[in-house]
């Protein structure tokens, strides 16, 4: 079982406080900008920030889904997504770019052994990438 990831980036034209305060913002920001692969978002606790919980049907391909249902921390200008489900991670990170802001979304989980587990490697990632430019050109138009 090795660790898979897939990370993606974009410059929004907000700046990192007004950008981290989007993403923190389960309540409104983030049901409009998640992709239509997210199903069944809901907020159980909180809606803002660390101590919300959140959960969600990741429709990553037609057969595979994923039942997530994520406690948020924040800490600086990291958000950080555990989905209690599985070994999955989402860590949103902003940092400064010029006028605005670079962020950049990374999600790790462990994955399968054998020989499955060489090709969730290769595909997952791609596939998920995919999902994150998206969800990130969502949250670039929200921030506009």
């Known amino acids: 079982m090795g660790q898979v ?3 993606s980036s974009i410059v929004v034209a907000a700046d990192p406080q007004r950008t981290l305060a989007a993403i923190s913002d389960y309540e409104t920001v983030r049901p409009r900008i998640l ?3 997210y199903r069944d978002y809901k907020v159980v606790e909180g809606g803002n920030g ?3 919980v959140v959960e969600w049907t990741l429709q990553a391909t037609e057969k595979r889904t994923r039942n997530v249902r994520a406690t948020v921390t924040v800490a600086d200008s990291v958000l950080t997504e555990r989905d209690a489900n599985s070994t999955m991670v ?3 990170t902003v940092t400064p770019d010029g006028t605005g802001s670079k962020v950049t979304v990374e999600t790790t989980w462990k994955g399968a052994g054998g020989i499955s587990g060489i090709f ?3 595909f997952a990632p791609l596939g998920l990438k995919k999902i994150q430019a998206e969800v990130l050109g969502n949250l670039s138009g929200e921030l506009a």
């Open 90 to 92: 989402n860590t949103w």
């Open 5 to 7: 990831s897939a990370s």
């Open 120 to 122: 969730e490697g290769i």
């Open 35 to 37: 992709s239509s692969h």
């Open 50 to 52: 660390a101590g919300t």
